[in-house]
């Protein structure tokens, strides 16, 4: 079954701390993943794209990773600012002649001042 | 370039009402979709359309929802009758290729 899972659900931090935010999937057959951040009362905004031969990307402070192999990604955030304060969703597409995505439930951050 | 519209941002309506909600996405993009996002999970796809075709509708409940894109460019998703269980965010999202999706701001429901 083609599914993504995302942790933690919630996580708090300290500004200026850094993070890292989990995603494990299973789909196949595999054509993208992206990570997407959602603010309170917002659709949500690509951060970063990565095909299967990629694996790393940055966009600012969010560097996304993603290993091919073990179907894992994550996102790493540096220095991390109260703005940061959004839900992270991982996405992952999938090509059967048309595309398909399937998205995770996402990550809760809270940056505390 | 101007971005996903979407209208009303905020509904309130009681189980039984129905309502539309309507969506313009960017200009240019062929693909349009609909999501459902409950409070605390990720969106879920309603249906997507390729111009004024549909392309996937398989999870949308189409005893009580209905979408329609007549000219390829705005789209309207309707529910009638509400269920409690109704209540959400509903998003609209337009795509020129399918690997990067622009969503809208959302419609909040809520069903009394």
């Known amino acids: 079954k083609n599914q993504v899972e995302q942790s933690p659900q919630s996580l708090i931090i300290l500004e200026g701390k850094n993070c890292t935010l989990q995603?494990?999937?299973?789909?196949?057959?595999?054509?993208?993943l992206r990570w997407y951040k959602q603010d309170t009362g917002r659709g949500p905004v690509s951060l970063t794209i990565?095909?299967?031969?990629?694996n790393t990307k940055s966009n600012g402070r969010y560097t996304a990773t993603l290993d091919a192999d073990t179907k894992q990604s994550s996102l790493h955030i540096t220095a991390s600012q109260l703005s940061d304060s959004a839900s992270y969703i991982c996405?992952?597409?999938?090509?059967?002649?048309?595309?398909?995505?399937?998205f995770g439930a996402g990550t809760r951050l809270f940056v505390k001042a | 370039e101007a971005g996903v519209a979407q209208s009303p941002r905020y509904k309130i309506i009681e189980k039984r009402q129905s309502v539309a909600f309507w969506c313009n996405p960017i200009?240019?993009?062929?693909?349009l979709y609909w999501y459902q996002q409950i409070l605390g999970q990720g969106p879920k796809l309603l249906i997507q359309?390729?111009?004024?075709?549909?392309?996937?509708d398989s999870q949308l409940p189409k005893d009580r929802f209905s979408a329609e894109r007549l000219k390829g460019v705005d789209s309207t998703l309707k529910i009638q009758p509400a269920k409690l269980e109704d209540s959400a965010v509903y998003l609209c999202?337009?795509?020129?290729?399918?690997?990067?999706?622009?969503f809208g701001p959302g419609t909040r429901l809520l069903v009394l």
């Open positions: 999202a337009s795509s020129r290729t399918p690997e990067t999706q622009y």
């Open positions: 995603c494990n999937y299973t789909v196949s057959p595999f054509s993208n």
């Open positions: 990565m095909t299967f031969s990629e």
């Open positions: 996405v992952v597409s999938l090509n059967t002649g048309g595309f398909k995505t399937i």
């Open positions: 200009s240019g993009h062929a693909t």
């Open positions: 359309f390729q111009n004024n075709g549909v392309v996937d």
